[in-house]
C-alpha cells in the first residue's frame, strides 16, 4: 500500500460512486492520492514501484467504469490492472504502477532473448498452423459454394421469367388469332 505524506497538503480529489457510474474531478493532485481514493472506494490494492514520474493528475470525469477512470488517471504511465472474480463478475484487486525504466528494460530483455522451442512446442506450431490453413480452406470453399448455388439460383430464376415471358406472348399470339380471322373473313 502507498505511504502516507506527512507535511503536503492534500490537493483537490473528489471521488464518488453511484448506479450510474464512478465520478471523479481531481486537479493537481498526486497520482498516489487519486489512486488512494480510488482504492479506498473500491477496496483494491495499490503498488508503485521507485523512480516513477509523478506530474500532477488533472482529470474530471462522470458516471464511467472504474476501468475508464484507472485508464484515464494512468494514461501515459506503465501498469498493471489486476482482476478478481466475485459474485458481481470481475472487480479490481490491484493496480501496480511501474517504473518506465524498468518496463523499458524488461522489454529490451525479451527482444534480447532467443526464442527457442522444444520439438513439442514446435509439433504444437505446425499443428495449429495446418489447423487454421485448413479452416481457412474450408471458409473458402464454403464461400464458393454458397456463390455457386446464388448463381444457379439466379440462372433459374431467368429462366422460369424468359418462359413466362413466352408464355405470356404465345397467349396474347393465340388472342389475336380469332380477331385476325374475323378481320379477315370481313375482307373477304
Not at 466475485?86 to 529490451?108: C, F, I, N
Amino acid at each position: 500500500m502507498l505511504g502516507a505524506w506527512a507535511g503536503r497538503a492534500a490537493a483537490s480529489v473528489t471521488v464518488e460512486r453511484s448506479e450510474q457510474g464512478w465520478s471523479i474531478a481531481a486537479e493537481g493532485a498526486r497520482l498516489e492520492e487519486v489512486l488512494e481514493a480510488l482504492a479506498a472506494k473500491e477496496g483494491f490494492d495499490v503498488q508503485m514501484q521507485l523512480g516513477i514520474e509523478r506530474p500532477p493528475v488533472d482529470v474530471h470525469l462522470s458516471n464511467v467504469p472504474l476501468d475508464t477512470v484507472l485508464r484515464r488517471v494512468l494514461r501515459r504511465r506503465s501498469y498493471t490492472i489486476s482482476y478478481e472474480e466475485t459474485e458481481d463478475g470481475l472487480s479490481v484487486s490491484r493496480v501496480t504502477v511501474l517504473s518506465p525504466q524498468a518496463a523499458t528494460v524488461e522489454a529490451q530483455d525479451q527482444r534480447k532473448r532467443p526464442v527457442a522451442m522444444t520439438a513439442a512446442q514446435r509439433a504444437a506450431a505446425a499443428r495449429a498452423a495446418e489447423e487454421a490453413r485448413l479452416r481457412a480452406e474450408a471458409q473458402r470453399k464454403a464461400r464458393e459454394r454458397l456463390e455457386h448455388q446464388r448463381r444457379l439460383r439466379a440462372e433459374r430464376l431467368e429462366r422460369v421469367r424468359e418462359a413466362r415471358r413466352r408464355a405470356q406472348e404465345r397467349q396474347a399470339a393465340a388472342a389475336q388469332v380469332p380477331l385476325r380471322r374475323a378481320l379477315w373473313l370481313r375482307g373477304q
